[in-house]
């Protein structure tokens, strides 16, 4: 039996995610420190493994396959570009920060993605999306 992803699923599942991408960004952060091109490069890739990743045949990236997760429907691909679109707007919220830093992404966890998982089961670029839903088996 199927049942929603939790909260907590979520949140490994991009932090693998995140991982990942910020592993293969890890040669430019060295050698020029924590520049505004690493950000846009960091965030740039990561969209682009997010959409390579839909080009998969179960279509799930690693965080997907690491909390055995998938999507619950077979959602058209231009639907799960958009929610890849609005995924990376939130994971570049990691760059963000008006009065110390991780602000702006602590505020997205807590007080936008996780008031939404509670309420719709999915995250707010998940439901902007046409509220993709991930599952767990």
Known sequence: MARPTTALEKVSASGVNATAVFA???PVL????????????TIGLFFVYTIACLLLPERRDLGMFVVRSK?????????????????TASFAT???????????FLINIFIIQLPVVIWKQ??????????ILTIKK
């Open 71 to 87: 999507y619950a429907h077979d959602y058209p691909l231009w639907q799960l570009t958009i929610y890849n679109l609005l995924y």
């Open 30 to 41: 060295l050698m020029q420190g924590p520049s505004t091109s690493w950000r846009i490069l």
């Open 24 to 26: 293969l960004t890890t």
């Open 122 to 131: 999915t995250t707010l670029h998940g439901y902007l999306a046409g509220n």
């Open 94 to 104: 990691l760059f963000i920060h008006l009065w110390f830093p991780f602000d702006v």
